[in-house]
């Protein structure tokens, strides 16, 4: 039996970082002395995590389901800091963090068993999506503007309903991307390979379609 | 997958295809046959219309990859289906998109039989 240790879920729907931003927001810092290390893994990459330990017979006993470069808090806080465009020169009490976070303020912050962490992950074959240091600057520059965080990195695919395009769709969710499909009336004869093709092959993808 | 979006063309005020004209579709021809000439299927501009929309939704969604899928067979009879026609999009993209150097992908590895 495997038992997941989850790092702190980085996603804009909520989670932690609905906790984190209001004190970026008024310019608030790092927490507490700001050394501790931050385990934390993408939305994405935890989904990925939990598949693939479902149908990995080798992997058994506790496994953390974080990113393989956890970052002290300082890094942490000044990379959102940077990508929101706010200064974060304010240290946040620690008992304004129990307040915020529980007892996950205190100390429980730090899951820093990543050496075997990795070996497991890549022993077991589990490709992480984020690369290291890019991650939570990538992930977090969707939120400038409001937009949803982004986790992967996106692609247009166009879709014309047949075969290839539908290769070429697979091809780039298999390699990670959230994908934008992008499909044209343009007065083709065979329109209903679009209405019919194109359509279905999205919704196999999990998505609906519009104009 | 994040969304499918739809978008009207009408290139049959273009012409000049059997999918936008009122040109016969041929069905059936041999393989050999496919690779020897431009396709009656072939419509003028059609790829390039598509991937310039592609361009500028790359833009607002902020996606540094596109994803065009030729095939081999169309490679040798489609004119817009040439590496040569990819490598000069994406050329025409690095100089057309001022916010990032972008890089357009072309996946050809697979083919029809």
Redesign the interface.
Known sequence: MAKLRFGLVLTAAGGVLGKMLPPFRSAWGKAGDGKQYMSWISMADLIAIVHHVIGAQELSGPINATSPNPVTNEEFTHTLGRVLERPTPFPVPAMVLRAMFGQMADGGCCWAVHASCRRNWNKSGLAFDSPAGAGIAGRASGLRHGAPVMTKPRAIVLLSGGLDSATALAMAMAEGYDVVALSFHYGQRHAVELKRRARRTCLGCGTASGS | ?????????????VGGS???ADIP?PKNRPPEELSREIPVTY?PA?NT???A??LG??ET???????????AL?YSGYPDCRLEYVAAFRASRQSGDLRRASRA?R?SE?T?R
Request: proline fraction near 0%.
């Open positions: 997958m994040v969304r499918h979006l739809e978008v009207e063309l009408d290139l049959r005020a059997a999918l936008t579709v419509v059609r219309l598509f991937l929309y592609a939704l790359a969604e902020g996606a540094a990859d596109i994803f065009l899928g030729v095939n169309d992908r996946h697979f029809l």
